[in-house]
């Protein structure tokens, strides 16, 4: 049974963003619907090659039936590992549109989406110990701070984690509409579904380690690509854009490169072109394009 997947967001920009060569060797790491896999294969002659990797086993059953193709069941955060288990040492792209697919917004029971009751859980990868649960009930006030700060960027934090420990001594939090009772207050009517996005993207970037992951998979990329490769990569917030921006920019996550006498400093990429965004037609017809930026870059 092939799963509800939306179309990917920034399709055309995204893939031409990797300058495809008909012989090249791809990889897209968030398989998903397999949208932009569809659209590399396209363009890819005989001889060309696509990985994908997905971490998520719904993301399975779309596999596409094409002897081009290979579906890599794991983390993106593995790539090197997982490319060599398949020979493959360098790459001329790689693809990403990183965060939530529209399909785990969907799907009640994975706990992604504000819009349904849920048990807490958001992982991702479902075999993964760590859920929303977890988080929720088991992090100390302090770690449910930091976590509501650093991802939500959510001023009210320190209050929202006291509510959340003082809640869970007389009964566990189970189900995100019991967060939401109990976080009642931070929720103005006017801004609920805001703040109640930031506080769900706060436990599933917690959960599936999202910012970890970003960094161990950027630092392996200048490694993988092949001289003059690409790299396309979509983010929807602002800490992964952030991270991704900085990484093409400096080849580092915090500070600046050395430089030499000259001033000048190497770095493994060079940005393409400027921030490519959605066009208010594509917003209207897929609301979660909105926050998407996307960032092209080369490997010098």
């Known amino acids: 049974m092939n799963m509800e997947y939306h179309n990917p ?64 069941h794991e983390n993106f955060r593995f790539i090197k590992r997982f490319l060599r288990f398949y020979g493959v040492k360098q790459v001329d792209g790689v693809l990403a549109d990183f965060g939530v697919s ?57 209050a929202m984690a006291r509510l959340i420990v003082e809640y869970r001594q007389t009964e566990p939090i189970v189900t995100s509409e019991q967060l939401k009772l109990v976080l009642k207050k931070f929720l103005p009517p006017r801004h609920e579904n805001k703040v109640l996005a930031q506080i769900y993207q706060a436990i599933r970037i917690e959960v599936n380690q999202e910012i970890e992951v970003l960094k161990e998979f950027l630092l392996q990329t200048p490694e993988i690509l092949n001289e003059r490769g690409r790299l396309s990569f979509i983010s929807y917030h602002s800490l992964e854009d952030r991270l991704v921006k900085r990484f093409i920019r400096n080849g580092m996550f915090e500070g600046e490169p050395e430089r030499d006498m000259f001033g000048n400093f190497e770095v493994p990429l060079k940005k393409v072109g400027g921030l490519i965004v959605p066009t208010k037609e594509e917003i209207k017809i897929n609301n979660r394009a909105r926050s998407a930026k996307l960032r092209i870059a080369e490997k010098v």
């Not at 029971?109 to 992982?123: C, N, V």
């Open 102 to 158: 529209s399909h785990q917004f969907d799907v009640a029971e994975r706990g992604f989406s504000t819009r349904f009751e849920a048990k807490l859980d958001m992982r991702m990868n479902q075999d993964e110990g760590l859920s929303a649960f977890h988080v929720v009930n088991e992090y100390s006030e302090e770690q449910i701070k930091q976590v509501l700060l650093q991802y939500g960027e959510l001023r009210s934090a320190p």
């Open 9 to 72: 967001v920034l399709l055309k920009e995204t893939v031409d963003g990797l300058n495809i060569k008909p012989d090249g060797v791809y990889v897209d790491v968030t398989f998903g619907g397999g949208g932009h896999s569809k659209e590399i294969l396209k363009r890819l002659g005989e001889s060309g090659k696509l990985y994908a990797f997905d971490q998520d086993k719904d993301a399975l059953e779309n596999a596409i039936d094409d002897p081009r193709f290979t579906l890599i």
